[in-house]
Protein backbone atom coordinates (compact mmCIF):
# COMPACT_ATOMS: atom_id res chain seq x y z
CA UNK A 1 0.00 0.00 0.00
CA UNK A 2 1.48 3.34 -1.21
CA UNK A 3 0.43 6.68 -0.44
CA UNK A 4 1.02 9.17 -2.93
CA UNK A 5 1.18 12.91 -2.24
CA UNK A 6 -0.71 15.20 -5.09
CA UNK A 7 -2.37 12.70 -7.19
CA UNK A 8 -4.82 13.39 -10.07
CA UNK A 9 -8.13 12.01 -9.22
CA UNK A 10 -9.34 12.78 -12.77
CA UNK A 11 -10.18 9.18 -13.55
CA UNK A 12 -11.39 8.30 -10.46
CA UNK A 13 -14.78 10.49 -11.36
CA UNK A 14 -17.28 9.79 -13.46
CA UNK A 15 -17.72 13.42 -14.30
CA UNK A 16 -13.67 13.43 -15.26
CA UNK A 17 -12.91 16.54 -13.49
CA UNK A 18 -9.29 17.42 -12.84
CA UNK A 19 -9.08 17.64 -9.29
CA UNK A 20 -6.04 16.77 -6.48
CA UNK A 21 -6.23 14.44 -3.55
CA UNK A 22 -3.65 15.56 -0.99
CA UNK A 23 -2.93 11.77 -0.31
CA UNK A 24 -3.94 9.00 -2.36
CA UNK A 25 -4.03 5.36 -1.51
CA UNK A 26 -5.90 2.60 -2.72
CA UNK A 27 -6.89 -0.88 -0.46
CA UNK A 28 -7.76 -4.34 -1.31
CA UNK A 29 -8.65 -6.17 1.55
CA UNK A 30 -10.77 -5.20 4.70
CA UNK A 31 -7.27 -5.72 6.74
CA UNK A 32 -5.56 -2.89 4.46
CA UNK A 33 -8.00 -0.30 5.15
CA UNK A 34 -8.16 -0.91 8.77
CA UNK A 35 -4.07 -0.77 8.55
CA UNK A 36 -4.42 2.65 6.29
CA UNK A 37 -7.31 3.62 9.10
CA UNK A 38 -5.03 2.84 12.39
CA UNK A 39 -1.89 3.90 11.05
CA UNK A 40 -3.42 7.58 9.85
CA UNK A 41 -5.46 8.17 13.12
CA UNK A 42 -5.74 12.10 12.98
CA UNK A 43 -5.76 12.46 9.56
CA UNK A 44 -8.82 13.98 7.86
CA UNK A 45 -10.02 10.85 5.38
CA UNK A 46 -12.32 10.89 2.41
CA UNK A 47 -13.45 7.49 1.13
CA UNK A 48 -13.89 6.96 -2.56
CA UNK A 49 -15.69 4.51 -4.37
CA UNK A 50 -16.51 3.97 -8.15
CA UNK A 51 -16.26 7.79 -8.11
CA UNK A 52 -19.87 7.84 -10.20
CA UNK A 53 -21.97 9.94 -7.60
CA UNK A 54 -20.36 13.04 -6.66
CA UNK A 55 -19.01 16.44 -8.06
CA UNK A 56 -15.92 17.55 -6.79
CA UNK A 57 -15.47 21.54 -6.74
CA UNK A 58 -12.28 21.68 -5.40
CA UNK A 59 -9.08 19.87 -4.30
CA UNK A 60 -9.42 17.11 -1.49
CA UNK A 61 -7.30 18.04 1.36
CA UNK A 62 -7.22 14.75 3.14
CA UNK A 63 -6.32 10.91 2.66
CA UNK A 64 -8.12 9.88 -0.03
CA UNK A 65 -8.92 6.01 0.72
CA UNK A 66 -10.16 4.33 -2.33
CA UNK A 67 -12.01 1.22 -1.28
CA UNK A 68 -11.10 -1.08 -3.95
CA UNK A 69 -11.73 -4.16 -1.74
CA UNK A 70 -13.37 -7.43 -4.61
CA UNK A 71 -15.33 -10.31 -4.60
CA UNK A 72 -18.41 -12.46 -5.06
CA UNK A 73 -19.17 -14.93 -2.85
CA UNK A 74 -22.90 -17.28 -2.56
CA UNK A 75 -23.34 -17.50 1.28
CA UNK A 76 -26.49 -19.70 1.60
CA UNK A 77 -29.54 -20.66 -0.04
CA UNK A 78 -32.61 -22.49 -0.31
CA UNK A 79 -34.80 -23.84 -3.26
CA UNK A 80 -36.09 -20.60 -3.62
CA UNK A 81 -33.78 -18.09 -2.94
CA UNK A 82 -29.98 -17.17 -2.63
CA UNK A 83 -27.92 -15.02 -0.13
CA UNK A 84 -25.20 -13.42 -2.31
CA UNK A 85 -22.25 -11.39 -0.55
CA UNK A 86 -20.38 -8.31 -2.74
CA UNK A 87 -17.44 -6.74 -1.38
CA UNK A 88 -17.29 -2.93 -1.79
CA UNK A 89 -15.10 -2.36 -4.78
CA UNK A 90 -17.19 -4.62 -7.25
CA UNK A 91 -18.18 -3.12 -10.04
CA UNK A 92 -22.31 -2.41 -9.43
CA UNK A 93 -23.21 -3.04 -13.01
CA UNK A 94 -20.78 -6.01 -13.72
CA UNK A 95 -22.30 -7.69 -10.67
CA UNK A 96 -26.14 -7.22 -11.77
CA UNK A 97 -25.26 -9.16 -14.83
CA UNK A 98 -23.14 -11.27 -13.00
CA UNK A 99 -26.72 -12.52 -10.84
CA UNK A 100 -28.34 -12.50 -13.91
CA UNK A 101 -26.12 -15.25 -15.73
CA UNK A 102 -26.94 -17.51 -12.56
CA UNK A 103 -30.04 -17.30 -13.05
CA UNK A 104 -30.38 -14.82 -9.41
CA UNK A 105 -33.66 -12.33 -9.48
CA UNK A 106 -34.16 -9.16 -8.10
CA UNK A 107 -31.27 -6.80 -9.36
CA UNK A 108 -32.09 -6.89 -12.97
CA UNK A 109 -34.07 -3.57 -13.20
CA UNK A 110 -30.99 -1.48 -12.15
CA UNK A 111 -28.96 -3.01 -14.79
CA UNK A 112 -26.09 -0.12 -16.09
CA UNK A 113 -26.49 2.03 -13.35
CA UNK A 114 -22.75 3.73 -12.71
CA UNK A 115 -20.61 2.89 -8.97
CA UNK A 116 -19.79 0.23 -7.28
CA UNK A 117 -21.62 -2.72 -4.70
CA UNK A 118 -20.40 -0.13 -1.88
CA UNK A 119 -21.73 3.25 -2.20
CA UNK A 120 -25.35 1.39 -3.17
CA UNK A 121 -26.71 1.25 0.42
CA UNK A 122 -25.75 4.91 1.21
CA UNK A 123 -28.11 6.35 -1.86
CA UNK A 124 -30.65 3.23 -1.73
CA UNK A 125 -29.60 3.74 -5.27
CA UNK A 126 -33.16 2.52 -7.54
CA UNK A 127 -34.58 2.43 -11.16
CA UNK A 128 -37.16 1.54 -12.82
CA UNK A 129 -39.78 0.67 -9.60
CA UNK A 130 -36.51 -1.46 -7.99
CA UNK A 131 -34.67 0.08 -5.02
CA UNK A 132 -31.65 -1.40 -3.11
CA UNK A 133 -33.84 -1.81 0.12
CA UNK A 134 -36.23 -4.53 -1.62
CA UNK A 135 -32.90 -7.40 -2.01
CA UNK A 136 -30.88 -5.95 0.73
CA UNK A 137 -30.33 -7.94 3.75
CA UNK A 138 -27.20 -6.25 5.64
CA UNK A 139 -24.03 -4.81 4.76
CA UNK A 140 -20.95 -4.68 6.92
CA UNK A 141 -18.67 -1.58 7.50
CA UNK A 142 -15.73 -0.49 9.63
CA UNK A 143 -15.75 1.83 12.30
CA UNK A 144 -13.25 4.57 11.01
CA UNK A 145 -12.78 5.59 14.34
CA UNK A 146 -12.19 2.46 16.30
CA UNK A 147 -11.50 -0.19 13.06
CA UNK A 148 -14.06 -2.22 14.57
CA UNK A 149 -16.93 -4.20 12.09
CA UNK A 150 -20.14 -3.38 12.28
CA UNK A 151 -23.15 -5.03 10.65
CA UNK A 152 -26.11 -2.93 9.75
CA UNK A 153 -29.19 -4.83 9.01
CA UNK A 154 -32.27 -3.10 6.40
CA UNK A 155 -34.29 -1.52 9.59
CA UNK A 156 -30.96 0.10 10.85
CA UNK A 157 -30.53 1.50 7.94
CA UNK A 158 -33.24 3.71 7.56
CA UNK A 159 -33.46 3.32 4.17
CA UNK A 160 -36.18 6.37 2.17
CA UNK A 161 -36.09 7.53 -1.42
CA UNK A 162 -31.74 8.30 -2.45
CA UNK A 163 -31.25 7.94 1.58
CA UNK A 164 -30.38 5.83 4.37
CA UNK A 165 -28.84 5.90 8.09
CA UNK A 166 -25.21 6.53 5.98
CA UNK A 167 -26.00 10.14 4.72
CA UNK A 168 -27.40 10.77 8.07
CA UNK A 169 -27.09 9.97 11.58
CA UNK A 170 -23.80 8.03 11.01
CA UNK A 171 -21.90 10.08 8.21
CA UNK A 172 -18.70 10.13 7.73
CA UNK A 173 -18.56 7.42 10.82
CA UNK A 174 -18.46 4.04 8.33
CA UNK A 175 -16.77 2.46 5.70
CA UNK A 176 -19.01 0.19 4.03
CA UNK A 177 -16.69 -3.54 2.93
CA UNK A 178 -19.53 -5.66 1.80
CA UNK A 179 -23.18 -6.00 0.77
CA UNK A 180 -25.52 -9.00 1.08
CA UNK A 181 -28.69 -9.48 -1.10
CA UNK A 182 -31.26 -11.72 -0.85
CA UNK A 183 -32.19 -12.94 -4.67
CA UNK A 184 -34.77 -15.23 -5.79
CA UNK A 185 -33.75 -18.61 -8.11
CA UNK A 186 -37.12 -19.44 -8.97
CA UNK A 187 -40.42 -17.78 -9.45
CA UNK A 188 -38.54 -14.20 -10.28
CA UNK A 189 -41.05 -11.46 -9.84
CA UNK A 190 -40.68 -9.76 -13.06
CA UNK A 191 -41.03 -6.12 -12.70
CA UNK A 192 -41.59 -4.23 -16.26
CA UNK A 193 -44.52 -1.99 -15.36
CA UNK A 194 -42.47 1.24 -14.99
CA UNK A 195 -41.17 3.50 -17.51
CA UNK A 196 -40.62 2.00 -20.96
CA UNK A 197 -40.10 -1.15 -20.25
CA UNK A 198 -42.89 -2.91 -21.36
CA UNK A 199 -42.95 -0.76 -24.72
CA UNK A 200 -38.85 -1.76 -25.16
CA UNK A 201 -40.05 -5.32 -25.15
CA UNK A 202 -43.12 -5.00 -27.08
CA UNK A 203 -40.52 -3.87 -29.57
CA UNK A 204 -39.26 -7.29 -29.58
CA UNK A 205 -42.29 -9.21 -29.25
CA UNK A 206 -41.49 -10.48 -25.92
CA UNK A 207 -44.56 -11.11 -23.69
CA UNK A 208 -43.04 -13.37 -21.15
CA UNK A 209 -39.22 -11.76 -20.38
CA UNK A 210 -36.77 -13.25 -18.54
CA UNK A 211 -34.24 -11.56 -16.76
CA UNK A 212 -31.95 -10.89 -19.22
CA UNK A 213 -34.38 -9.96 -21.45
CA UNK A 214 -35.36 -7.16 -18.58
CA UNK A 215 -31.71 -6.49 -17.85
CA UNK A 216 -30.94 -5.96 -22.21
CA UNK A 217 -34.43 -3.40 -22.18
CA UNK A 218 -33.05 -1.86 -19.61
CA UNK A 219 -29.65 -1.03 -20.65
CA UNK A 220 -30.88 -0.37 -24.30
CA UNK A 221 -33.20 2.37 -22.78
CA UNK A 222 -30.36 3.55 -20.48
CA UNK A 223 -28.16 3.76 -23.52
CA UNK A 224 -30.60 5.70 -25.32
CA UNK A 225 -30.38 8.34 -22.80
CA UNK A 226 -27.53 8.35 -20.91
CA UNK A 227 -24.40 9.09 -21.95
CA UNK A 228 -21.49 7.06 -21.73
CA UNK A 229 -18.97 8.23 -18.95
CA UNK A 230 -15.81 7.19 -20.89
CA UNK A 231 -17.19 9.42 -23.54
CA UNK A 232 -19.00 12.32 -21.67
CA UNK A 233 -18.03 13.15 -18.27
CA UNK A 234 -21.51 12.52 -16.10
CA UNK A 235 -22.83 11.43 -12.46
CA UNK A 236 -26.49 9.86 -14.30
CA UNK A 237 -29.18 11.63 -13.02
CA UNK A 238 -28.36 14.60 -11.36
CA UNK A 239 -31.14 16.05 -9.46
CA UNK A 240 -33.99 13.54 -7.73
CA UNK A 241 -37.56 12.89 -8.87
CA UNK A 242 -39.45 15.98 -6.13
CA UNK A 243 -41.87 14.34 -3.83
CA UNK A 244 -44.44 17.30 -3.11
CA UNK A 245 -47.98 17.07 -0.83
CA UNK A 246 -50.61 16.27 -2.87
CA UNK A 247 -52.66 19.62 -2.36
CA UNK A 248 -49.60 21.35 -3.78
CA UNK A 249 -49.58 18.78 -6.94
CA UNK A 250 -53.07 19.42 -7.17
CA UNK A 251 -52.85 23.42 -7.76
CA UNK A 252 -49.42 23.13 -10.36
CA UNK A 253 -51.01 21.04 -12.19
CA UNK A 254 -54.09 23.39 -13.15
CA UNK A 255 -51.55 25.80 -14.23
CA UNK A 256 -49.37 22.67 -15.74
CA UNK A 257 -52.05 20.37 -16.66
CA UNK A 258 -49.64 17.86 -19.22
CA UNK A 259 -47.01 17.53 -16.02
CA UNK A 260 -46.98 13.92 -15.68
CA UNK A 261 -46.91 12.18 -12.07
CA UNK A 262 -46.89 9.12 -9.70
CA UNK A 263 -48.88 8.72 -6.94
CA UNK A 264 -46.26 7.65 -3.30
CA UNK A 265 -49.41 7.81 -1.02
CA UNK A 266 -52.26 9.30 -0.33
CA UNK A 267 -50.78 12.31 0.67
CA UNK A 268 -47.44 13.08 -1.41
CA UNK A 269 -47.21 12.80 -5.24
CA UNK A 270 -43.56 11.88 -7.10
CA UNK A 271 -43.26 14.14 -10.30
CA UNK A 272 -40.44 14.00 -12.27
CA UNK A 273 -37.27 16.34 -12.77
CA UNK A 274 -36.49 15.68 -16.08
CA UNK A 275 -39.36 16.71 -16.97
CA UNK A 276 -39.59 20.31 -14.77
CA UNK A 277 -35.94 20.72 -16.17
CA UNK A 278 -36.73 20.16 -19.97
CA UNK A 279 -39.99 22.41 -19.77
CA UNK A 280 -37.65 24.98 -18.41
CA UNK A 281 -35.69 25.45 -21.23
CA UNK A 282 -32.66 23.48 -20.49
CA UNK A 283 -32.19 20.53 -22.20
CA UNK A 284 -29.60 20.29 -24.55
CA UNK A 285 -27.67 23.77 -23.40
CA UNK A 286 -24.28 24.63 -23.26
CA UNK A 287 -22.47 26.54 -20.84
CA UNK A 288 -19.00 26.43 -21.59
CA UNK A 289 -17.66 22.98 -21.16
CA UNK A 290 -20.74 22.36 -18.62
CA UNK A 291 -24.29 21.30 -19.63
CA UNK A 292 -27.24 19.48 -19.81
CA UNK A 293 -27.73 16.05 -22.13
CA UNK A 294 -29.72 16.71 -25.32
CA UNK A 295 -31.39 13.17 -24.91
CA UNK A 296 -31.85 13.31 -20.90
CA UNK A 297 -32.47 16.99 -18.81
CA UNK A 298 -31.69 14.63 -15.60
CA UNK A 299 -28.05 14.55 -16.42
CA UNK A 300 -25.52 17.15 -16.40
CA UNK A 301 -22.53 16.73 -18.87
CA UNK A 302 -18.55 17.94 -19.22
CA UNK A 303 -18.20 18.24 -22.67
CA UNK A 304 -14.40 18.38 -21.71
CA UNK A 305 -12.64 20.53 -19.54
CA UNK A 306 -15.49 21.73 -17.01
CA UNK A 307 -14.36 22.49 -13.44
CA UNK A 308 -16.64 21.67 -10.92
CA UNK A 309 -17.77 24.84 -9.77
CA UNK A 310 -19.09 25.40 -13.32
CA UNK A 311 -21.57 22.69 -13.37
CA UNK A 312 -22.40 22.88 -10.08
CA UNK A 313 -23.38 27.07 -10.95
CA UNK A 314 -25.33 25.11 -14.01
CA UNK A 315 -27.75 23.29 -11.30
CA UNK A 316 -28.34 26.22 -9.46
CA UNK A 317 -29.74 27.69 -12.30
CA UNK A 318 -31.92 24.58 -13.38
CA UNK A 319 -33.00 24.73 -9.44
CA UNK A 320 -33.48 28.63 -9.49
CA UNK A 321 -35.40 28.40 -12.65
CA UNK A 322 -37.55 25.51 -11.84
CA UNK A 323 -38.70 26.83 -8.41
CA UNK A 324 -39.65 30.15 -10.60
CA UNK A 325 -41.82 28.33 -12.90
CA UNK A 326 -43.18 25.26 -11.02
CA UNK A 327 -42.68 26.34 -7.16
CA UNK A 328 -41.30 23.13 -7.35
CA UNK A 329 -38.08 23.09 -5.49
CA UNK A 330 -35.82 20.16 -7.23
CA UNK A 331 -32.40 18.67 -4.97
CA UNK A 332 -28.88 17.27 -5.99
CA UNK A 333 -29.14 13.59 -5.83
CA UNK A 334 -25.30 13.66 -6.61
CA UNK A 335 -22.83 14.70 -3.81
CA UNK A 336 -21.29 17.93 -4.04
CA UNK A 337 -17.54 18.18 -2.65
Not at 2 to 25: H, M, P, R, W
Not at 224 to 235: A, T, V
Request: a negative charge.
Amino acid sequence: MEIIDNFSLKNYNTFGIEAKAKQFVSVHSVEELQTVLKENPAQKKFILGGGSNMLLTKDIEALTIHVDIKGKTIIDQTEDAVWVEAKAGENWHEFVLWTIDQDFGGLENMSLIPGNVGTTPIQNIGAYGTEIKNTFVYCDAVNIQTLEIRRFNKEECKFGYRESIFKNEVKDQYIIVSVVFKLTRKNHKINISYGDIAAELAKKDISAPTLKEVSNAIITIRQSKLPDPKELGNSGSFFKNPIIPRSDFERIHLLHPEMPSYTVSETEVKVPAGWLIEKAGFKGKRFGDAGIHKNQALVLVNYGNATGQEILNVSKEIQKTVKELFDIEIEAEVNVI
